[in-house]
């Protein structure tokens, strides 16, 4: 089984819905992304009994209750005019740090997420998800946005203030704005763990280029606190070369 750190989060070493709609914490059940509300209170996603009693700001949540499949959750702030004098906390963040290819973190539709980003207010109202489906093929990439479409229609594109060879795919509605961009990458800065229960050993794995989806579902009601003002992680991908 294949497990993926953020080289980043090392150093500092989601909503799960039934069936029924009935909101889970993290660990226990994939986000529904078609139906996540934002009523949706973050004590129920990422209860306090997660909270780490090694590590300060972290929480650590066993996916099904398998040690063996524990995934971190960084709490951090976050900041508008991140790297200027202006520099001011609006909110917070809780990233995902590490994941494995088998986690079922949120889904859309038939497409599982690996991991689940979350912003909040400092009073726990949810502003944001960051949605992350590691090692897609051209093919898969090219099939969630068929998905996405089919489900809201024709896409507003723009270019990514991250990188201008990006496209995002906009979809707005009454309570929230959907965007999705996809990305290339080789691997390069990534440390891959191949774990083989079977030997009891633990290796480097193999670079294996491929694409990822990142699914941004932002609160229509607070997207003056997201769009433009996150740039850490993987919501760096979200804002538009014009926010």
Not at 4 to 32: H, M, R, W
Not at 113 to 142: P, R
Not at 162 to 188: M, P, Q
């Amino acid at each position: 089984m294949k497990k993926y750190i953020n080289l980043l989060f090392t150093l500092f070493l989601i909503t799960f819905t039934s069936c029924d709609g009935q909101v889970k914490p993290i660990g226990e059940a994939p986000l529904d992304l078609e139906k996540f509300s934002f009523t949706t209170k973050l004590s129920d996603l990422i209860p306090e009994k997660y909270k780490s009693k090694t590590y300060e700001n972290v929480y650590e949540i066993e996916i099904n209750g398998d040690r063996r499949k524990t995934i971190m959750f960084q709490k951090d702030s976050t900041f508008s005019h991140q790297f200027t004098s202006e520099r001011k906390a609006i909110g917070l963040e809780y990233r995902q740090g590490n994941w494995g290819m088998d986690d079922r973190i949120g889904v859309f539709k038939k497409q599982y997420f690996q991991k689940v980003n979350l912003a909040t207010t400092f009073d726990g109202k949810i502003k944001a998800l960051g949605c992350v489906a590691d090692e897609l093929t051209k093919s898969q990439a090219e099939n969630l946005l068929k998905m996405l479409t089919a489900e809201f229609g024709a896409s507003k594109t723009m270019k990514s203030s991250w990188n201008d060879k990006l496209t995002i795919h906009e979809w707005t509605k009454k309570d929230r704005i959907i965007r999705y961009v996809t990305s290339f990458t080789n691997e390069e800065n990534t440390m891959k763990i191949v774990i083989d229960k079977n030997e009891g050993t633990i290796s480097n794995g193999p670079k294996e280029p491929h694409y990822l989806g990142y699914l941004f579902i932002v609160n229509a009601a607070l997207k003056s606190e997201v769009l433009g003002k996150m740039n850490t992680g993987d919501f760096v991908y979200l804002s538009n070369d014009s926010e």
